[in-house]
């Protein structure tokens, strides 16, 4: 995953991370085969590219994924695009060089590493097994280097070309990553603020599934079951306020006295409660985290709350 004699690509000039990553080839590779791959994604349009050059056959091609794909998992696709490039051809050896030390880190602990990882590590055995030799090199990227600018730009032009294949590589490669894309889409407020903390362990089941509902905006209050029916009415049925969660819990008159009890168990551990947010996302240690929450739990469970959230 290096080039000899090439430190941080950052304080080197291109001219000279090139002529190294020449020379490092040119040394080490001799009489190799060449196969650049590249991967790309755009922020912009959601989309995702993969491509591989073959130096020696001036074979070419590019993928787009049929997902947002993260850039590593791009560069994965590209490897993989890149192995299928050399079926067709008798055995021989063949330098695989991608810019993308994490991609290449996860072909050196499959065990560990995602499904496509391990699908890459597998093709290569394949073809070991074929009597191909098949070696993996970082090179710097963006240094001028032709094969890898040539499959750059291939990747960077498959984002535009309506016909472009789609690549077999499935959505639940990036299965995690899509969900926290849908989670900070649907929940904003979790975009940049911090998740809210694990519940403490036994925890009623009530008072458990109650701090669930709250922290998803689902709890059964007034005002959340008149989204629902229209003919229910929304109002706190003790003041005649506006009866969402942020009310019962904070505001409503009915609940001043345990709500005192439960602003001096926070205040005791330095810690605000004159919000919802402040209730369910205490900013404290793990352990003063939990006294809270266990505070907070025997709020809803004194007032009955546990059962109307």
Known sequence: LSVSNLSAKRNVQPTVARQLTEHHCDERYHGWARLYTDGSVRD?????????????????????????????????AALQLGLRLLDENEPARVVVLADSRAALSLLRSPDRSPQLAREVVARVGELQGKGWIIAFQWLPSHCGTSGNERADQLAARAHDDPGCPLSPVPPFTDARLLVRRRVALSHPELEHGPLPPRLPRRLTRGAAAALHRLRTGSSFT????????????????????????????????????????????????????????????PRLPRAGTERALRALATYLGNTGLKDVM
């Open 222 to 281: 007034p005002a959340g079951r008149a989204r629902w029916r229209t003919d229910r009415d929304g109002s706190c049925g003790h003041c005649g306020a506006h009866g969402d969660a942020e009310h019962l819990m904070c505001h409503c008159p009915r609940f001043s006295d345990a709500r005192v009890d439960l602003g001096r168990a926070y205040g005791a551990l330095g810690c605000p409660s004159d919000t919802l947010d402040e209730l369910l996302r």
């Open 44 to 76: 912009t349009t959601g989309t995702a590219t993969a491509a591989a050059f073959r130096e020696d056959t001036g074979r070419a091609e590019a993928e787009r994924l049929v997902f947002h794909a993260s850039s590593t998992t791009a560069e994965l």
